[in-house]
């Protein structure tokens, strides 16, 4: 909207985006914690290990395609992190 001169369209693309940023990071935070607090913990065989942990790399990927700068590197060493420990097990 910036490239077309429609400055104010642009403000309010810029706040929903926002928005949708901060209800997905909620989510994902949301998911993150079950995952560790509850699933990975309690996952009765290799396979639910591996899906756990692959699904917690998954999520830190969603954040890395939102945030920008630390937060981005930082959820992505987690992604890595995790895909890694799937392979692992």
Same mark, same amino acid.
């Given at each position: *909207? %910036?490239? @077309?001169?429609?400055? *104010?369209? =642009?403000?309010? !693309? @810029?706040?929903?985006? +926002? @928005?949708?940023? &901060? *209800?997905?990071? #909620? ?10 607090? #509850?699933?990975? +913990? #309690? &996952? &009765?065989?290799?396979?639910? %290990?591996? $899906?756990?942990? @692959?699904? %917690? =790399? ?5 954040? !890395?395609? $939102? ?6 590197? +930082?959820?992505?060493?987690s992604a890595? =992190? &995790?895909? /890694? *420990? !799937? /392979? !692992?097990?």
């Amino acid at each position: *909207e %910036k490239s @077309k001169g429609n400055e *104010e369209q =642009a403000k309010y !693309a @810029k706040e929903y985006c +926002g @928005k949708v940023e &901060a *209800e997905l990071q #909620k989510i994902c935070d949301t998911i993150l914690k079950l995952l560790d607090d #509850k699933l990975i +913990g #309690k &996952a &009765a065989n290799d396979e639910s %290990k591996v $899906f756990y942990q @692959k699904m %917690k =790399a998954d999520y830190y990927r969603y954040i !890395a395609e $939102f945030t920008e700068g630390d937060k981005k590197s +930082g959820a992505a060493e987690s992604a890595r =992190a &995790a895909y /890694a *420990e !799937a /392979a !692992a097990v």
